[in-house]
T-cell receptor, first 111, second 113 residues
């Protein structure tokens, strides 16, 4: 089983809608979870980190973590065309060491 | 506060040559990790250094090596380059190893011909 799974997309949403990005992971002991945004030809940019079960909100972004289900998601409210990018989820493995990245979901926000 | 700086930004090398890439972390950060990104494989972890010691190593051949200096700057070396080494090489810095957030540099685009 792959360690981190994400739908590759593309996920297309209209401008102003909510974009929902999902990620599942296989390591039950993972403690730290991260969402990165990567524009084409650019390096990944940290959007949010989440360490405990529940929701964490930052502006238009909400990260949701459910450790029992080994599931982390990112909601983007009022999506803008500038949000069009690839979104990578990542976690620190059970020893708090290596970052493990998912393959990324490509999001396209249509004007 | 300056971000993570990687040099050079672009590099073209010939098969069989070797290459050295440099990464200067955010001031105060002591952990530097290196990643290879290709369209087919995504982001693959190479290794992580903390306080001049390699803490972790990914599943790459011994041609890939690195080191970290006392000022936390890190270098990555690839010897006997192969065409398949063409990729975007990214480094990321963290204040601590472990659970800390990591911030990426702009990357070095390596093309092997």
């Amino acid at each position: 089983q792959k360690e981190v799974e994400q739908n590759s997309g593309p996920l297309s949403v209209p401008e102003g809608a909510i974009a929902s990005l999902n990620c599942t992971y296989s390591d039950r002991v993972s403690q730290s979870f991260f969402w990165y945004r990567q524009y084409s030809g650019k390096s990944p940019e940290l959007i949010m980190s989440i360490y405990s079960n529940g929701d964490k909100e930052d502006g238009r972004f909400t990260a949701q973590l459910n450790k029992a289900s080994q599931y982390v998601s990112l909601l983007i409210r009022d999506s803008q065309p500038s949000d069009s990018a690839t979104y990578l989820c990542a976690f620190r493995d059970n020893y708090g060491q290596n970052f493990v990245f998912g393959p990324g979901t490509r999001l396209s926000v249509l004007p | 506060k300056a971000g993570v700086t990687q040099t050079p930004r672009y590099l073209i090398k010939t098969r069989g040559q070797q290459v050295t890439l440099s990464c200067s972390p955010i001031s105060g950060h002591r952990s530097v990790s290196w990643y290879q990104q290709t369209p087919g494989q995504g982001l693959q972890f190479l290794f992580e250094y903390f306080s001049e010691t390699q803490r972790n190593k990914g599943n790459f051949p011994g041609r890939f090596s690195g080191r970290q200096f006392s000022n936390s700057r890190s270098e990555m070396n690839v010897s006997t380059l192969e065409l398949g080494d063409s990729a975007l090489y990214l480094c990321a810095s963290s204040f601590l190893a472990g659970n800390a957030e990591a911030f990426f540099g702009q990357g070095t685009r390596l093309t092997v011909v």
